[in-house]
């Protein structure tokens, strides 16, 4: 029995296109052989596509990605400060846009310190958590205005939207992630200033505790939180928390464990109604573009998380372990972009 | 010629009241002898004058405090998870009360590692930046609500409200300061995603770098500048950030410099309509409170800020030369808080 997954395909821009060659390179590769074949689309979507037809994404674009099983993405936006670029958002109008419309309300982001890699920390620890952060709602809604722009009485607001509904449903994934897990869920957000929200998020996770008794619950303010990531970051085992509480937390934790580089995230849909979506956390770094500088590595586990979600873990496992072996052989890396993913390649094919 | 400063002392809960109790010590010392003395008016608040009284902050409490030429504050807060403490909210109702209602626009938080303190981080290098938190607006506002609370269909909203008349006081004074320093200030916010309170923090940067073409401007997304201060924390001299930003930025900053038991800060209003307050950015901490574990340094260094704002700059330097050399003789600190205030104070009267 073999199954066809359809992949919606998005390089994106700047080093989007030369990591997503090397992800789709391992994909190829662990697919190989196995019981499941993927069926490939590209997009060409993102600044590049926008300056040459004015487009970010249409209702088109959307309806075609939406038919897919999943989908693969590098990285979108443009050259930071491009005049052509003003006016359009890139990340709104396309990333987070696909986020919204395909009801992506985890966004999945483990961090693991792989042996043999440097942490800008003396003592890191052990190193093995995974953010579960919001991804549809909170201050990423996009329900901001603003009145007299662009004289001294301008006022511009921003409005922060949370629901039971929504908060609950990730709440409940992220526990069961912790069942999974070391059994430890850190819920962290900023109760005691943002106190609507806050205690929305500190209501739900204390009524879905009680259905897990097993679990050891933890609540930390944002700020707090920095410091134990940097202090003690062995004390996580699951974070459940906001859209932009989880953004900046997951842009640390990368940090500490090795580098943007390296990390890699799920944007799910868990109910199964929308495709869900997997890319690398870095972004489009237009300065090294082209330059067969960035590291696959991300993208490539991006892809292993992409395998986990169509419950072929044994895949997904080969992918990691050729990671983690390529990881830890290396020393001080002046491999091109496509030598590592070729070296991570020749590993899965082992 | 003498001056003397009326000075609103708040110890507060837990903690506050033992390294109060240093600052002030050190604070006499440097001012014996000096045209500078100070009267002290000390005020109950906090956690236990709440569960004594009932009351959070009066509008008596408030008059008595802004009749003050400036404020020392301690820490506020009762026991996380106090049953009698719910539906009090000490940190809205008392801090964030303060700040908000004496004008506090410039939330001033400089951050140093000083010789002898290890940080968390393997390769720190020169760590001295300072943290131009805007004090007044943003999610801080307390402009949120919630419907149907408690069932299912609870909707809870937070606004984010931005101003020109308060971004662009707060980015003067951060240009200020940058012409004191190093002439380098980075503007942190999240303008891809909160497009309408980014656009205004970038527009009134770029206006009033036009007025300072000396000053190295830079820009960086809240999450990427977490990654910079584990990464290469020297890079900053000035950041100028919201008041959320601003909050989660300086506890990573204070825990990659040796800890938020050695990070000060003033709430300023640099206008001199109301009078400015100085607090440790540490917390209550109760369940060290009592026991003279509590490391009174942030308190100290908090008295410096007081110095410098009332211009006595070399009562500051003292002070502070006093705290640098206190903290490079330490070799696993085994001393009580009041030893450390102490040999601090006699380190002063030298
Ligand atoms: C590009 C940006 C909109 C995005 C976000 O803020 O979510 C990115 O930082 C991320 O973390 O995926
Ligand atoms: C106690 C809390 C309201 C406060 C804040 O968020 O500003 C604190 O974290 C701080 O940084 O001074």
Known sequence: MSTTVQLAVIPGDGIGPEVIAEAVKVLDTVAAGSDLAFEKTYFSLGADRYLATGDVLTDDDLAAIAGHDAILLGAVGGRPGDPRLTGANIERGLLLKLRFSLDHYVNLRPTTLFPGIASPLANPGD????????????????????????????????????????????????????????????????????TFSGGLWKRIVDAVAAEHPDVAVDYLHVDAATIFLVTDPARFDVIVTDNLFGDILTDLAAAISGGIGL?????????????????????????????????????????????????????AERVEQAVTSDLAARSGDARTTSEIGDAIAARVAQ
């Open 127 to 194: 190193v093995d958590f995974v953010v579960v952060r919001e991804g549809t709602e909170g201050p990423y809604v996009g329900n901001g205005g603003a009145i007299r722009q662009g004289t001294p009485h301008e006022i511009a607001n921003e409005v922060s939207v949370n629901t039971a509904y929504g908060v609950e449903r990730v709440v409940r994934y992220a526990f069961e992630q912790a069942e999974q897990r070391r059994k430890k869920l850190t819920l962290v957000h900023k109760t005691n200033v943002l």
């Open 263 to 315: 990390a890699a995230s799920g944007n799910l849909n868990p109910a199964g109604e929308f495709p869900s979506m997997f890319e690398p956390v870095h972004g489009s770094a237009p300065d090294i573009a082209g330059q067969q500088k960035a590291d696959p590595t991300a993208a490539i586990l991006s892809v292993a998380l992409l395998l986990r979600h169509l419950g072929a873990r044994e895949l």
